[in-house]
């Protein structure tokens, strides 16, 4: 008999959204909280959250505090601790996906070339033209995830 629920099952990118925003909940800045999953054939490689370094008094943005130029100075990106995770670990995410709750910035877009992601997928856009720019000329997939179609 068939599975009367398995027209519920949410597709992989939902799948691996939901996943991206848990991973959010994480984040120990307080300007923004951003996750990131990297996948590779359907397997979590690697996660990360945005966040003061390890061990590290979380950020501060009380009065201002932590910020430079409108941006938290004392946290990593979500991304850069994916990449730094799978690093850790001995784990190559070459040809691997990046799903994110938002595009990367030019920073970790340049990290995601070097270390051969192949595909970006993100929720939230934020805007980075030159990040979209060297993703195209990387030929890196880039795709933006709707939530309210899966």
Same mark, same amino acid.
């Given at each position: ?61 009380? &009065?201002?505090? &932590? ?31 990046l799903y994110c709750t938002n ?48």
């Amino acid at each position: 008999m068939a599975n009367p629920h398995l027209h519920d099952r949410p597709s992989w990118g939902a799948y691996f959204h939901a996943i991206t925003r848990a991973v959010a909940t994480r984040a120990t800045c307080s300007r923004k909280a951003v996750g990131a999953v990297l996948v590779k054939d359907k397997l979590i490689l690697a996660t990360g959250y945005n966040g003061a370094p390890a061990g590290l008094r979380h950020c501060d943005h009380t &009065d201002g505090g &932590d910020l430079q130029n409108g941006h938290c100075a004392r946290s990593t990106h979500a991304e850069q601790n994916a990449i730094v995770q799978a690093a850790r670990h001995g784990i190559s995410i070459e040809g691997a996906t990046l799903y994110c709750t938002n595009n990367p910035c030019l920073n970790c877009t340049k990290l995601l070339i070097n270390a051969g992601v192949t595909r970006v997928v993100y929720e939230e856009q934020y805007e980075d033209p030159l990040a979209f720019e060297l993703l195209a000329e990387a030929n890196i997939a880039v795709e933006r995830f709707d939530a309210m179609t899966g």
